[in-house]
């Protein structure tokens, strides 16, 4: 089973920062990952897919980077409704899938 | 406008028995396959179950193995879930997810439901 580690767990910052967030595979999974948003009470939302294509309608400020086992989810400019919790899930051993443990962005 | 709405969870004991239904519209529900993704109070997203098209290809997360059935129905364009054996870690908001595969290959889960809630208290 491939692993997905995400760090950090949580990050505290203010509108206007830019913030980066990390995925790490346990191994190579070329560029089968996705980053979703999820707020609270709320279903998961796609941002991005195949490691950094942004999802239609997405704000271009979401940028997602990285192939093989290190990714990373960056935001260039915390707006208002960024806070959310974040998630990767490797698609490389589709059709079964596995998801890093989530960060949780909070406002400082 | 593509939608998935998920029924039919609720509390439950121990050892009982409860089937998911995913109701979708605005798609062509036989294209896509369809997948099953739990979240337990407070934690993170667990992936479930993988059903194809025409259900040829059914796939399970270990924690579910044997106890959970996946099936569809593409005529009522329906996705289900039957769970036995239900255990207290099977608590959580149950979501069906679409698959689309990107022009490069990629897979990934585009459109979800809004969740049911399972609970599996005594």
């Known amino acids: 089973d491939i692993q997905m580690t995400q760090s950090p767990s949580s990050l505290s910052a203010s509108v206007g920062d830019r913030v980066t967030i990390t995925c790490r595979a346990s191994q190579s999974i070329d560029s089968y990952l996705n980053w979703y948003q999820q707020k609270p009470g709320k279903a998961p939302k796609l941002l991005i897919y195949?490691?950094?294509t942004l999802q239609s309608g997405v704000p271009s400020r979401f940028r997602g980077s990285g192939s093989g086992t290190d990714f990373t989810l960056t935001i260039s400019s915390l707006h208002p409704e960024d806070f959310a919790t974040y998630y990767c899930q490797q698609s490389y051993t589709t059709p079964t899938y596995s998801f890093g443990q989530g960060t949780k962005l909070e406002i400082k | 406008e593509v939608q998935l709405v998920e029924s039919g969870g609720g509390l439950v004991k121990p050892g009982g028995s409860l089937r998911l239904s995913c109701a979708t519209s605005?798609?062509?529900?036989?294209?896509?396959?369809m997948n099953w993704v739990r979240q337990a109070p407070g934690k993170g997203l667990e992936w479930v179950s993988s059903?194809?098209?025409?259900?040829?290809?059914?796939y399970y997360a270990d924690s579910v193995k044997g106890r959970f059935t996946i099936s569809r129905h593409n005529a009522k364009n329906s996705l289900y879930l039957q769970m036995n054996s239900l255990r207290a870690e099977d608590t959580a908001v149950y979501y069906c997810a679409r698959v689309r595969v990107g022009s490069s290959g990629w897979p990934f889960l585009d459109f979800w439901g809004q969740g049911t809630l399972v609970t599996v208290s005594s």
């Open positions: 605005g798609f062509t529900f036989s294209d896509y396959s």
């Open positions: 059903i194809s098209t025409g259900s040829s290809y059914i």
């Open positions: 195949g490691g950094s």
